[in-house]
Each structure stands twice: as C-alpha cells, then as structure tokens.
C-alpha cells in the first residue's frame, strides 16, 4: 500500500495533491523520481515536507499514511 496523507476530508495520494494542499512544489522533499508529480507518495519524504510547510501532524494507524491536524 502507498502512503497517503489525510486532512479532513482531504486525501493526498500524489506528489501533486500534496503540493497542492500544502500550498507548492517547492515544501516537497523528493526521495526520488524528482519532479514526477503523479507518481504516488512513496517518492516523498512525507514527515520532513509536512514539517517544511509547517504542519502538525501523526502517523496514521497504519504507519505508512499521517494525519495532518487542523
């Protein structure tokens, strides 16, 4: 399963999405594939991008997805 990240009523699955909902590509940290933005979210450090963009967050019960709060 790929990671995802959830707000809400909001469900990013793609490095665009997130890009997207943390308002820009430039808070994205790439593990990979730099720049592919509908690949899934595996190519993204997830912990470092939300804390670059400045938001709280935990680990999903399943620790592959986090849960941005409000």
Partial sequence: MCT???CGE???ATPR???DFIGGPEELVWL???NE???CLCV?????TLNRAGFRWKRD???MNFRVAR
């Fill in 10 to 12: 909001t469900t990013c």
């Fill in 4 to 6: 995802h990240v959830f």
């Fill in 44 to 48: 993204i450090d997830v912990p470092e």
């Fill in 37 to 39: 933005m509908d690949w």
């Fill in 17 to 19: 999405q997130l890009a």
């Fill in 32 to 34: 990979g594939h730099e």
């Fill in 61 to 63: 019960r399943d620790p």
